[in-house]
């Protein structure tokens, strides 16, 4: 059971969950491996879409490792077939000589895979602050130091939280964690936010960062709740 609030403290509940298929792309990435392995312990059915089946060391009865080209429709149209739901945990690195596409080409290239196959739920992941002007209540050193470094993948991941915004016939989610740690799921509650940042009483950021397993418990949650249907929802988690 997860228990998690927004700021006016409302209260949600997830009971046992309905078993589904997913198509996981990014599996082999630190945030993908923690999603995959939870989805499999949930007793959903993975297939995770790769690049390379080999860098997927985890067995499973329920697991299916296959190549994919995420940038693709026709690669993706093949391995939706039948899933009932979309969970990416696609990230790109920051390039300051070229800019970052990965994030809109594989979006674009995922929804209309989605659309042949007629897959309808997607659930992405992108980050705190990605409209630039959203980072002005951060601390100094993020605001001016860590911002400034990794615009060009927040930039294409605001670009990206566009595009589906104006998607009309695909029901989706972008979660936005603020820094990811590599640390397993918690119990801890989720604090949410329908906005850039999770801000407290005053404004200012909750936080800063939160582990890549609750990131991906979050995302699971989200495959049996209506609550963030086609909407860009920040979380952390609450401090104890």
């Known amino acids: 059971m997860i228990i998690f609030h927004t700021l006016y403290l409302f209260y949600f509940r997830v009971f046992p969950s309905v078993k589904m298929k997913i198509a996981v792309l990014g599996a082999t990435g630190q945030t993908g491996q923690y999603l995959v392995n939870q989805a499999l312990q949930q007793g959903h059915t993975v297939t995770a879409i790769v690049r390379n089946p080999g860098k997927l060391t985890v067995q499973h009865e329920k697991l299916k490792v296959v190549e994919g080209n995420i940038f693709s429709e026709d690669s993706l149209k093949l391995h939706f077939q039948g899933q009932d739901a979309v969970i990416s945990c696609l990230g790109f690195p920051a390039s300051f000589l070229s800019g970052v596409t990965g994030y809109t080409l594989s979006m674009r290239a995922a929804v209309n895979a989605m659309r042949e196959a007629k897959v309808n739920r997607i659930i992405t992941m992108t980050s705190w602050y990605t409209d630039p002007n959203s980072g002005t209540q951060s601390s100094y050193l993020i605001r001016f130091l860590l911002l400034p470094m990794i615009r060009s993948v927040l930039s294409n991941m605001f670009e990206m939280e ?29 604090l949410t936010h329908e906005g850039y940042f999770v801000p407290d009483s005053n404004g200012l950021p909750v936080g800063s960062a939160v582990g890549r397993g609750d990131v991906a418990r979050f995302m699971l949650f989200l495959l049996n709740s209506n609550v963030w249907f086609n909407k860009a929802v920040a979380i952390t988690t609450k401090n104890e």
């Open 162 to 190: 566009h595009f589906l915004k104006k998607t009309q016939d695909v029901n989706w989610t972008v979660v936005r964690p603020p820094g990811l740690k590599n640390l397993p799921a918690t119990g801890k509650e989720f």
